[in-house]
């Protein structure tokens, strides 16, 4: 087996006291920060180390560690093959789906949330319904910064809704320089306006939330250091003046009424195939 030193061990078990106090998984960048924030690693140069340690307890099984107890954000495999073994199958997968329509004809806004990290793209679609997430991970490219002009565009002819750009980031020189340059581009690319808005992190929410400093930048501060009860709310309380949460519901509703009734269809459907 293995062996972890003393310090290892140490730093295994605060990391997995961090993966369980959220509801969703977690990277290994975001399970990093929150580990150099608490004052268990010192720099940002561990960040190998880190991976070293966690990948081998992942590995060997180590306590609680699995292999799949971290995320991976960056790679995903293609399947190509079939999906169902038999037409039989098929139609029984029929009668589970569930209608889908889209929500955003009821809005009076069309919103959009981008943030920094995509470290913490687990948490953002944890607390976040219906909204399209754009994760930045620095300087977002060229592609992807045209990427962002056409579909806010086609949003636009699509819903003919003011469009609202929620933006969350580090508190820091780097974190707002980020949507400002981007911005530039996308905003000379896109042919219609848009509100671009940024909602964290602020000066006031460091203030109410008590947000500890960035140990290596005194004076700045990380979106990763925010606790994630804190971090709901402020996402959440962000969203709340451009949202319709009642339009939001009636669609569910339909949606549920719609489903029934295919769900009945598709059953009979399948029973009078069966009929000799």
Known sequence: MTKFQDKSIKILDTAMQFIKSVPYSVSARWLFYRLLQSGAYS????????????????KTFLNEWRPDTLTDETRQPIYQCGQYDSTDDWFNAMAQQQCSIDEWFDQENYVEIWFEAQAMQR????YTDHITLRPFKGDPSIPYKWEIAKHLEYHHRRYQLPIKILYFGDLDKKGLQIPNSALRDIRGWCSIEFDFILCGLIKEQVDTYQIPENPEKPGEYQWEAVDDLAAGEI???????YLDQDAFDE??????KATSEFQMLV???LIARKRP
């Open 43 to 58: 720099s940002k140069d561990n960040y190998k180390t880190f991976l070293q340690i966690t990948a081998r307890a992942r």
């Open 123 to 126: 948490q953002f679609e944890y």
């Open 235 to 241: 996402i959440s309380e962000s969203m709340a003046p």
């Open 251 to 256: 669609t569910t509703e339909r949606e549920n």
């Open 267 to 269: 059953k009979n459907a």
